[in-house]
Structure formats: C-alpha cells, structure tokens
C-alpha cells in the first residue's frame, strides 16, 4: 500500500478540479474574444456603424485565455508543494486560499464588465 494514499489522492483530484477550470476559463475567455463576431452577425453588421467599440470583448477574452494559462501554473506548483508536505515527515500548516480569492474576485470582476458591457450593447443599438 502507498503510504498516504487518500490524502495523494485527494490532492490529486483537486488539481485536476484547477485543470478543468483553467481550461473552462480559457474556452470561456476565447468564446468572450469571438464575440464580436456574434453581435455582428445578430444585429446584420449595425454593430460595425453604430460606432461601438468592439475591443474591449478581444482584451477581455486574451485576459481569461492568460488567466486561465496563469491558473495552471499556479494548480501544478500547488500540486507539487502539497504533495512533497503530504510525504513530509513532519507537520506542516496548511495555506493556500490566496489563489482561491484572487480567482473568485477576477470572475466576480467579469461578469460585472460582462453586465454592464452586453447591456450597453444591447440598449445602443435601439
């Protein structure tokens, strides 16, 4: 038997938990970059002369691909940290809730920009 199994285990899981949400971060993050292509095509190109800007969907969507690209670093080197103090001999306090505010305050941050963005669009294009 692998000695700590359950808590490898367990730190395993949750690494892959981080994986699937920095891939879903960066699909989501190219899906918000494509959307201009999709205003585009729903409003027959009204969008293009109404004047609206239109970047601030591709920075936003560059952002979260980055995001989600810094997301996997970040999960790998807490995979590997906590898997060396499982290991250790000795007792170690456990921190790690930094990254797990900073990630909800970013996501917290977009969709308040997304509100307000597909809103703005919505009601100038009327």
Do not use: C, K
Request: hydrophobic letters at 50%.
């Amino acid at each position: 038997m692998i000695p700590h199994f359950s808590d490898l285990s367990a730190n395993e899981r949750t690494y892959l938990a981080w994986i699937r949400t920095a891939v879903s971060l960066m699909g989501f993050g190219f899906l918000i970059e494509r959307f201009d292509v999709f205003l585009v095509y729903t409003t027959r190109g009204a969008v293009l002369n109404s004047g609206l800007h239109l970047r601030a969907s591709e920075w936003l969507g560059l952002g979260m691909i980055l995001l989600g690209g810094v997301l996997i670093l970040l999960a790998t080197r807490s995979y590997y940290r906590n898997a060396r103090l499982i290991q250790a001999e000795t007792a170690a306090a456990y921190r790690g809730t930094m990254l797990e505010r900073v990630l909800t305050t970013l996501l917290v941050a977009l969709a308040l920009f997304l509100v307000l963005y597909v809103g703005y669009q919505l009601t100038s294009l009327h």
